[in-house]
């Protein structure tokens, strides 16, 4: 029987500082066969909700934008496609000043 596990958050926004959630993995994985969900990591959704609202309202983004690249909890992991898929989405939110539920979760795809 699989089990499946979801991650996201603070627990993957501190994998690099402790191993818990690779202790958790490891012990399911002695009595079962898992499937593994990985979500947003740290307060990912959070702030590309922000980003969208300020896009929407023609609000000043690009700083918080950089902040966002900044984080980059996993450097190995080549993040440029998503970024300039999400500054694409951000330009054109703020051209039309609106946005969809489609856009919102196109969006947070990307987190």
Excluded: C, R, W
Excluded at 22 to 44: D, P
Excluded at 62 to 78: R, V
Excluded at 84 to 109: P, R, T
């Amino acid at each position: 029987m699989s089990k499946v596990l979801k991650f996201g958050g603070k627990s993957l926004a501190s994998l690099h500082t402790n191993n818990n959630l690779l202790n958790i993995i490891a012990n399911y994985l002695e009595t079962s066969s898992l499937i593994i969900v990985v979500s947003a990591i740290g307060n990912t959704t959070d702030l590309l909700l922000e980003l969208l609202e300020k896009a929407k309202e023609n609000k000043p983004y690009t700083d918080q934008l950089q902040e966002l690249k900044a984080l980059n909890f996993y450097p190995q992991i080549n993040t440029e496609e998503h970024f300039k898929l999400i500054e694409n989405i951000l330009q054109g939110v703020s051209l039309i000043q609106d946005y969809s539920v489609k856009v919102q979760d196109l969006l947070l795809a990307q987190g």
